[in-house]
């Protein structure tokens, strides 16, 4: 089988021709399923409130819409599109070559069905069968587009969809270290990152000089102070948590320095509003990442009377919500900056003992004035769902509700979810009278 | 209910359709309680809840934590053990519910579960709360998946063993995974038992037999959700 770039012929150890053709048929129906998510779940996020800034965002919402478009000019136009399937890849690194990075973590449902068809009820998480399948059924422009796709192995389940991934495309592993806390975790992190860099160097046959690796990271940087403007804003109520987290997944794939002029705009726009839905139960999202178009959990939050006035999730706040702290602008002191900011700060259930979760979400709940933690849990995230466990008891000790909500991207347990989601939005109006 | 009583109660089963067969109920009991039709005033809870056009609503978890408090003050956490699902309530010492967990998504520990082995034994439903007891040596059920469970069960009754110590097996498991529930939980105190699985007496005695101490038990443990809609509704007053 040859890859999307047209490379060498690739060795087949998953796939078959069969399961190849299988797949290729799934396409036009995961298109069509996924614009028609996105529609369905655009209409009921509009409303009376909505910022007019937003339609920016609506406009670039479909995974397979314009952007895609864009980047295929880009491509023909000699340009290199670099995929990645984690938050854990520096995007500054590969835009510091003038190749456009795209986060590929899948949140289409329909996608889910190639890889089943391959792997059987493998016990994976519906994102990376989900990622799989997109790759399989090459339903998805931009990652057709894409020239390699790093990833990176926080879990079993991306550790061996890294492997898949090689009878399709170019993949390049970035081996994650569980234990960060040890100087030997944070040197082997290092060296994935220099890794990386000479992997990217040796595809684009050139060094990266210094001072565009300079430029990138301060690009992004512009980004994440924007987001964080943002995320006062959104703390204080004054946008929808639905939309928030909108906007922070189009920065996967958005022209990044566009991204984060209409990010300013919103902001300017919200500037000064009151609350959009003052009465709504305050709710911090945590858990799995939650992937758009599968929107089914923001929804029935907000549908129930409850709003996400912050999340803690990879795929939300995480993804821009830590600067990049560079003491010296070396090369060196460069790299090492972008492994500290992609590993220091992050959550992810990964990483053992991950203290830092609780940690975080208490500062979270103290500084947005939380009045609950909904904990999204996809069917398959093991490490996820024993994080949970452990938070559940964090928040107990210091009386905060938490609700732990397992799940899958298809929408067949909406409405038992739902009740749950709206017994634990009664409960905390309920504590209020009780306690004011 | 009026004043704190109750003054009709009564079930009927569910169908896809409940609003008609529960406006009959509801004018049953409002004639049975001597109640003008129009001035009961209504709340619907449960599942079905949003067929009852026109009704206030509450959700049967927050329903059940008001039926608990009202029925028992002291009652700390309350575990509904429903037909389809095990739901646990914990209530801080003014009666405000202060977390819930469930276990849905799975049948096992549930009603449904007990009426699928009962079913599968040749038995009533009811025999299922009684038979424990005359059981010498419970049987060990190793798995809890329902589809799992009833082929064990099969093979246990091929094997010959007696129906009592198989139905005190099932019993047992379902208390533990009930225990294990009420172990996660923080709140401390008295423990109510509600829900139809609560009037299986085998599954009763297995839980407090568990955790080492008695829980409290209302006479009609399907009827706390009702009655905490009704409080809820102004019925205390």
Same mark, same amino acid.
């Given at each position: 089988?040859?890859?999307?770039?047209?490379?060498?012929?690739?060795?087949?150890?998953?796939?078959?021709?069969?399961?190849?053709?299988?797949?290729?048929?799934?396409?036009?129906?995961?298109?069509?399923?996924?614009?028609?998510?996105?529609?369905?779940?655009?209409?009921?996020?509009?409303?009376?409130?909505?910022?007019?800034?937003?339609?920016?965002?609506?406009?670039?919402?479909?995974?397979?819409?314009?952007?895609?478009?864009?980047?295929?000019?880009?491509?023909?136009?000699?340009?290199?599109?670099?995929?990645?399937?984690?938050?854990?890849?520096?995007?500054?690194?590969?835009?510091?070559?003038?190749?456009?990075?795209?986060?590929?973590?899948?949140?289409?449902?329909?996608?889910?069905?190639?890889?089943?068809?391959?792997?059987?009820?493998?016990?994976?998480? =519906?994102?990376?069968?989900?990622?799989?399948?997109?790759?399989?059924?090459?339903?998805?422009?931009?990652?057709?587009?894409?020239?390699?796709?790093?990833?990176?192995?926080?879990?079993? !389940?991306?550790?061996?969809?890294?492997?898949?991934?090689?009878?399709?495309?170019?993949?390049?592993?970035?081996?994650?270290?569980?234990?960060?806390?040890?100087?030997?975790?944070?040197?082997?992190?290092?060296?994935?990152?220099?890794?990386?860099?000479?992997?990217?160097?040796?595809?684009?046959?050139?060094?990266?000089? =210094?001072?565009?690796?300079?430029?990138?990271?301060?690009?992004?940087?512009?980004?994440?102070?924007?987001?964080?403007?943002?995320?006062?804003?959104?703390?204080?109520?004054?946008?929808?948590?639905?939309?928030?987290?909108?906007?922070?997944?189009?920065?996967?794939?958005?022209?990044?320095?566009?991204?984060?002029?209409?990010?300013?705009?919103? %902001?300017?726009?919200?500037?000064?509003?009151? =609350?959009?839905?003052?009465? !709504?139960?305050?709710?911090?999202?945590?858990?799995?990442?939650?992937?758009?178009?599968?929107?089914?959990?923001?929804?029935?939050?907000?549908?129930?009377?409850?709003?996400?006035?912050?999340?803690?999730?990879? %795929?939300?706040?995480?993804?821009?919500?830590?600067?990049?702290?560079?003491?010296?602008?070396?090369?060196?002191?460069?790299?090492?900056?972008?492994?500290?900011?992609?590993?220091?700060?992050?959550?992810?259930? %990964?990483?053992?003992?991950?203290?830092?979760?609780?940690?975080?979400?208490?500062?979270?709940?103290?500084?947005?004035?939380?009045?609950?933690?909904?904990?999204?849990?996809?069917?398959?995230?093991?490490?996820?769902?024993?994080?949970?466990?452990?938070?559940?008891?964090?928040?107990?000790?210091?009386?905060?509700?938490?609700?732990?909500?397992?799940?899958?991207?298809?929408?067949?347990?909406?409405?038992?979810?739902?009740?749950?989601?709206?017994?634990?939005?009664?409960?905390?109006?309920?504590?209020?009278?009780?306690?004011? | 209910?009026?004043?704190?009583?109750?003054?009709?109660?009564?079930?009927?089963?569910?169908?896809?359709?409940?609003?008609?067969?529960?406006?009959?109920?509801?004018?049953?009991?409002?004639?049975?309680?001597?109640?003008?039709?129009?001035?009961?005033?209504?709340?619907?809870?449960?599942?079905?809840?949003?067929?009852?056009?026109?009704?206030?609503?509450?959700?049967?978890?927050?329903?059940?934590?008001?039926?608990?408090?009202?029925?028992?003050?002291?009652?700390?956490?309350?575990?509904?053990?429903?037909?389809?699902?095990?739901?646990?309530?914990?209530?801080?010492?003014?009666?405000?519910?202060?977390?819930?967990?469930?276990?849905?998504?799975?049948?096992?520990?549930?009603?449904?579960?007990?009426?699928?082995?009962?079913?599968?034994?040749?038995? /009533?439903?009811?025999?299922?709360?009684?038979?424990?007891?005359?059981?010498? /040596?419970?049987?060990?059920?190793?798995?809890?998946?329902?589809?799992?469970?009833?082929?064990?069960?099969?093979?246990?009754?091929?094997?010959?063993?007696?129906?009592?110590?198989?139905?005190?097996?099932?019993?047992?498991?379902?208390?533990?995974?009930?225990?294990?529930?009420?172990?996660?939980?923080?709140?401390?105190?008295?423990?109510?038992?509600?829900?139809?699985?609560?009037?299986?007496?085998?599954?009763?005695?297995?839980?407090?037999?568990?955790?080492?101490?008695?829980?409290?038990?209302?006479?009609?443990?399907?009827?706390?959700?009702?009655?905490?809609?009704?409080?809820?509704?102004?019925?205390?007053?």
């Amino acid at each position: 089988m040859k890859d999307a770039s047209g490379g060498a012929e690739r060795v087949l150890r998953y796939m078959n021709k069969e399961l190849a053709e299988g797949a290729a048929a799934h396409r036009d129906r995961i298109r069509e399923a996924a614009a028609s998510q996105v529609q369905k779940h655009l209409a009921a996020m509009k409303g009376l409130s909505r910022p007019k800034a937003m339609e920016y965002f609506d406009s670039m919402a479909d995974p397979f819409g314009p952007r895609a478009e864009e980047l295929r000019k880009f491509k023909e136009a000699g340009g290199k599109i670099i995929g990645s399937l984690c938050y854990f890849a520096p995007a500054e690194i590969v835009a510091a070559f003038g190749a456009v990075p795209v986060r590929f973590c899948s949140g289409v449902y329909e996608a889910v069905h190639p890889a089943n068809d391959l792997l059987g009820d493998a016990g994976l998480c =519906p994102l990376v069968k989900s990622t799989l399948g997109l790759k399989m059924s090459g339903a998805s422009p931009m990652l057709e587009l894409c020239d390699m796709v790093i990833v990176p192995t926080p879990c079993d !389940a991306k550790l061996k969809l890294g492997e898949i991934l090689q009878d399709m495309v170019d993949v390049h592993l970035m081996n994650m270290p569980a234990v960060k806390s040890t100087e030997a975790g944070r040197q082997s992190w290092i060296g994935e990152i220099k890794s990386l860099l000479s992997a990217l160097e040796k595809r684009f046959d050139r060094r990266l000089r =210094p001072q565009m690796l300079r430029k990138s990271i301060q690009t992004y940087q512009r980004a994440q102070a924007a987001w964080r403007r943002f995320s006062e804003l959104r703390k204080a109520g004054a946008i929808w948590g639905r939309d928030a987290l909108l906007v922070a997944q189009l920065s996967f794939f958005d022209d990044i320095a566009r991204w984060t002029q209409n990010v300013e705009r919103l %902001s300017g726009e919200l500037e000064g509003r009151g =609350p959009v839905a003052p009465d !709504a139960a305050r709710i911090l999202l945590g858990g799995s990442p939650i992937v758009w178009p599968n929107w089914k959990v923001p929804l029935l939050i907000e549908e129930s009377g409850g709003m996400i006035i912050a999340d803690e999730l990879c %795929s939300g706040s995480r993804t821009m919500h830590d600067p990049v702290v560079v003491e010296e602008w070396t090369m060196d002191g460069m790299l090492v900056a972008l492994a500290e900011r992609y590993m220091i700060p992050c959550t992810c259930p %990964s990483f053992s003992p991950n203290l830092e979760r609780e940690q975080n979400m208490l500062g979270r709940i103290r500084d947005t004035g939380a009045e609950g933690v909904v904990f999204h849990v996809l069917r398959g995230c093991h490490l996820n769902s024993l994080d949970a466990t452990k938070a559940a008891k964090a928040l107990r000790e210091r009386r905060i509700p938490m609700l732990k909500v397992e799940s899958e991207y298809d929408e067949g347990d909406l409405e038992q979810v739902r009740t749950r989601v709206e017994a634990f939005i009664e409960m905390i109006k309920a504590r209020r009278e009780s306690s004011g | 209910m009026e004043g704190g009583k109750v003054l009709a109660s009564g079930a009927i089963r569910s169908s896809m359709n409940p609003a008609g067969p529960v406006g009959e109920l509801v004018a049953s009991l409002t004639a049975k309680a001597s109640v003008a039709p129009g001035m009961a005033r209504l709340l619907a809870t449960g599942v079905g809840r949003k067929n009852m056009v026109g009704a206030a609503q509450m959700t049967d978890i927050m329903a059940f934590s008001r039926g608990a408090r009202f029925l028992h003050p002291a009652t700390r956490i309350v575990v509904d053990l429903g037909g389809q699902g095990v739901r646990l309530m914990e209530l801080d010492p003014d009666g405000t519910m202060a977390n819930f967990s469930t276990n849905d998504k799975c049948s096992t520990g549930t009603g449904c579960f007990l009426d699928i082995m009962a079913s599968a034994l040749g038995v /009533e439903p009811a025999y299922m709360g009684t038979a424990s007891q005359a059981a010498k /040596e419970p049987a060990v059920i190793n798995t809890s998946c329902t589809v799992f469970a009833e082929s064990e069960v099969v093979t246990l009754v091929a094997k010959k063993r007696p129906k009592e110590e198989i139905i005190a097996g099932l019993n047992g498991m379902v208390a533990k995974r009930v225990v294990a529930m009420i172990n996660l939980a923080s709140a401390r105190g008295d423990l109510m038992l509600a829900g139809g699985v609560a009037m299986n007496a085998g599954v009763v005695a297995a839980i407090e037999k568990e955790l080492k101490r008695k829980a409290i038990l209302p006479d009609q443990p399907n009827m706390v959700g009702a009655i905490g809609a009704a409080v809820s509704a102004g019925g205390s007053k």
